[in-house]
């Protein structure tokens, strides 16, 4: 979406991913476009359920059997469903880094983690054994694990839940890669662990001049660490845009509403936390119209039947799916930008 | 400097490293040592168990009294358990368990001869099932296709048929009609190794398909069950070769449950190899055993009760061992 000369890293257009089940088969996820530029992070938000990390296994090419995926994903110029399944693999491991969300499960036990980090370097990039031990060492001190040159020899159960999922980042960056995926990287961290961690994310992508997917259900995650926002319900994109713009001018009702279910510094103690009444939509028998409707204050008819296309704000870049989208507000100065967290 | 010491530091490290398997083996082998007298024990009194007496037992239902006293005087069955139990540890200490009572060769000589028959059966039994390891790591990695259903059916197919059943199918097929193997007869390997080779082949055929199919069986589940974990997850999205993280990061999580399967494997191929032994008339533990109660030979078969003991601990022992050498969050204790 950003007009740069340089070609996006990572393009998704028309995706589409559907999944047989019992009951009929699963739209897990609907029409998702967007384009990720180099150097650029994107931040993809929902609830659970919404298709976020469905989103991330698609493209990564890891998603459970039976997914079918259909539309165009992009890496690098590269149309990734085009390719035989081990030459998507190779890329992918070659160009793209990922972090998952469990750290205490994400490392095998068995293996020592220094072998662990530097194994996909071995394999995609052809190192020695020694080339690829200094630098899985100079990635552990990288990421901020001390003693590296002890550590590389260690076992995963030896480290804590923070020390693993800054082994996994390591992992992540054998490879160099152009693209590092954090898949609700911090969610199974402590909150002062997770702030350490998203900040080492966010120091890495702008040191190694990476594009970033920052995947969580939190928006406080996204807010200050991504140039775009992806808001996912129900498998369908709702808003896409700048982050500093949904945040400040949110339109779509759902985003609204999310964002409004966060504490805020300047509300009073004990202020009672908006919720979302309702549960996410069921994917085997979905409503024909907008997926929020049946939770949505402010739906009409036309919202239950017919489901809202993409229009854009007053921001070219800012895309929302509502009939009834909030009202915009005035473009605010350049310094007002919102910077929430 | 700094490498001199980091060099020392390794080495007291490899010393501390190994210091709690010796402690880990000398518990074990205490606590084997008090399952061996255990064992040991009822094997002894079982014999007073039996109706009448243990010499009565012996020599039938026809025996003089001059006959029992004669047999009691020799293997002391008319005193007190203990008596006997002290008297038979205090020969095994000596290393002379006395004769056999029908053909009067020495018990140690001829139950270490014997188990080294059966020992040489089951090492390549088991050997052979070992195949079922990397065929249960193809399939697990392709489930529900061709090959994974075809092996599991024949496994199922090959647990469901008694060992009984497969001795004689096999040795019908292999013996009879195609004539590879010879159907009965052994030669010893010391004497003639590739003779013995010959002899084995069909006993340890018949042993190991059960083994083969048990092995192929939890191998696979267990890789299943491997395949399904987040670091492999992890290790896919990386781009690693399927056969490397086979290899790499689903082999040694699969292991324990295999090590344990093995290990009860051997221990069931060593102390219940007498349908194969007796059917194929090799002179091993099992076939001894065999003979040896029918004939009431209760010296023998306490004997070979020992014998059996001693490898179930030392199989356990050695099992539990390799947990801790396969599981690095294992602590040897």
Known sequence: ??????????????????????????????????????????????????????????????????????????????????????????????????????????????????????????????????????RAIELLSFVGIPDPEDCYDYYPHQFSGGMKQRIMIAAALICQPDLLIADEATTALDVTVQKEVLDLLQTIQAERQMSMILVSHNLGVVAGRTDEILVLYGGNVVEYGPTAEVFRNPRHRYTEALLSAMPAMDQPAHTRLRTIPGQPPNLANRPAGCPFAPRCPSAQAVCHEIMPPMSAGIHPDHRFACHFPLAELPRPAPQEVAHVQ | ???????????????????????????????????????????????????????????????????????????????????????????????????????????????????????????????????????????????????????????????????????????????MVLRWFPATGWAKFTENPVANLWYVALPVLCLSMHQTAYLYRVARNEFVTTLQEDYIAVARAKGLPLGYILFHHALRPAMPQILTVMGLSLTYMLAGSFVVESYFAVPGIGWTILSAVKSHDIPLVQAILSLTVVIFVIVFMLVDLGYALIDPRVKVS
């Open chain 2, 1 to 175: 400097m700094s490498k001199l010491a980091a060099g020392t530091g390794k080495g007291t490290d490899v010393l501390n490293s190994a210091m709690p398997y010796f402690r880990a083996i000398s518990t074990r082998l205490i606590t084997g040592v008090l399952v061996f007298l255990l064992v040991t024990f009822s094997a002894t009194a079982l014999s007073s168990l039996a109706p009448g007496s243990a010499a009565q037992l012996i020599l039938g239902d026809y025996a003089t009294p001059e006959q029992i006293a004669a047999l009691n005087a020799q293997y002391g069955y008319d005193l007190p358990v203990w008596q006997r139990y002290l008297s038979w540890l205090g020969d095994l200490l000596r290393g002379d368990l006395g004769l056999t009572l029908f053909s009067q060769q020495p018990i140690l000589g001829v139950v270490l001869e014997r188990a080294a028959v059966t020992f040489e059966i089951a090492f390549l039994a088991m050997a052979v099932s070992l195949i079922g390891i990397p065929i249960a790591m193809y399939t697990a990695s392709h489930p529900n296709k061709l090959a994974d259903k075809v092996m599991r059916s024949i496994s199922t197919v090959l647990l469901a048929v008694p060992t009984f059943v497969i001795v004689v199918l096999f040795s019908y097929l292999f013996a």
């Open chain 1, 1 to 134: 979406m950003y007009s740069e000369a340089a070609r996006p890293i990572l393009s998704c257009a028309a995706m589409t991913c559907e999944m047989d089940s019992v009951s009929g088969p699963l739209q897990i996820l609907q029409d998702i476009n967007f384009t990720l530029a180099p150097r650029r992070a994107l931040g993809i938000v929902g609830e659970s359920g919404a298709g976020k990390s469905m989103l991330v296994k698609a493209i990564m090419g890891i998603a459970p059997k039976g997914l079918k995926t259909k539309g165009r994903i992009e890496l690098d110029g590269q149309d990734l469903l085009a390719l035989k399944p081990k030459q998507r693999a190779w890329l992918i491991g070659r160009k793209v880094g990922i972090v998952f969300q469990n750290p205490m499960t994400s490392l095998n036990p068995f293996v020592q983690i220094g072998r662990q980090i530097e194994e996909a370097g071995c394999i995609h990039m052809g190192l020695s054994k020694a080339d690829a031990r200094s």
